[in-house]
């Protein structure tokens, strides 16, 4: 196996391995997003609203909502006044208008890798680009970027959707895509694409899929040595679900998605001698400390964490939380 391997413990083994993924759990957005409305709650007090899940987690979502955090579908369930903080996923400026229009305190948590995707989108529109945006139908940050510039823009979920994507100039097209997928999810709906048309334009970047490319490295790395591989996440999380899928691809005999560990079959741990555990981009630590006790309690004891990919990055917190905390810390 390569990559780095950390966090053995010590005493005695029963031979069971535990394979722990790293990187897992927050990536930068999330913890961003999630601060942010902790902080809201610290400096305005509750309620503070927030339209949709603030990640898609349900763990996160019910620990802000005992905080005093009222989650929201529209803006417009939102008291007029009141302070609202919109999701890592980002919005349509229609939204950012409405709250306005409600004389709402708004508090945008927006991840700044889903904001450079809306600027992109807003750039290609200005130069009169027809945008496909590779996506899921329904996700929330699909529907936030299309909501940038709906008539330029065409949800393309997938190579099989290409064939009814119709442009009106095959020299001014342009690709974008939502951040939770994979360069490797996207890659194929690309090179489809450009086999069409190969005048395909696309973002400078591809650093918008690093916190999902990163956990599918990791998760592949100790699928290849698993039996099982455990995922902790919500379903309604589709980098989570799509963690299930890889540990599949890359090897695994089975792989399951759970909210807690008390979610686990222990059938699901017969003639298994070893099993990996990762965390989707929006899990909390806790949950994933939580699974591997309860693995230790069925023998799972030896525990090795292996470091595919080293992940540092940082985002800073939204102005309007940074300036309410330093108006508020004493001199």
């Not at 997003?33 to 763990?59: D, F, M, S």
């Not at 963690?243 to 890359?250: I, N, R, S, W």
């Amino acid at each position: 196996m390569t990559g780095q391997q950390s966090g053995q413990q010590s005493g005695p083994r029963s031979g069971r391995r535990l394979l722990l993924a790293k990187p897992r759990g927050y990536c930068a957005g999330v913890d961003r997003a999630v601060r942010t409305v902790e902080l809201a709650l610290e400096q305005h007090g509750a309620p503070v609203y927030v339209r949709k899940q603030i990640v898609h987690n349900i763990h996160v979502v019910r620990t802000l909502e005992r905080r005093g955090a009222v989650f929201v579908e529209e803006t417009g369930e939102v008291p007029e006044g009141a302070v609202v903080v919109f999701s890592a996923h980002g919005v349509a400026p229609s939204v950012h208008e409405g709250a306005a229009a409600r004389g709402l305190h708004a508090i945008d948590a927006t991840c700044p890798l889903v904001t450079k995707v809306h600027n992109e989108a807003r750039r290609f529109a200005a130069e009169d680009y027809d945008i496909l945006l590779i996506g899921h139908y329904g996700h929330e940050e699909v529907i936030g970027t299309a909501g940038e510039a709906p008539e330029h823009i065409q949800l393309v979920d997938g190579p099989e959707d290409i064939g009814r994507i119709s442009v009106r100039d095959p020299e001014r097209v342009a690709w974008l895509s939502q951040t939770t997928l994979s360069v490797s999810e996207t890659q194929e709906t690309v090179a489809a694409l450009r086999d069409r048309f190969p005048a395909l334009a696309g973002p400078p970047s591809d650093d918008i899929y690093y916190a999902t490319q990163n956990r599918q490295t990791s998760v592949r790395q100790i699928a290849a040595e698993a039996e099982l591989v455990i995922v902790v996440g919500s379903a309604n999380s589709s980098n989570s679900k799509r963690l299930v899928e890889v540990a599949l691809e890359a090897g695994a005999r089975a792989a399951h998605l759970v909210d807690y560990a008390a979610e686990l079959d222990p059938d699901w741990l017969e003639n298994v001698h070893t099993v990996g555990v990762t965390s989707g981009a929006s899990v909390p630590e806790v949950l994933v400390q939580d699974l591997l006790e309860t693995l230790a309690d069925h023998g799972f004891d030896d525990l090795l964490e292996i470091e595919s990919v080293p992940e540092r990055m940082q985002f800073a917190l939204p102005r309007e939380v940074r300036a309410e905390r330093m108006r508020m810390t004493p001199e």
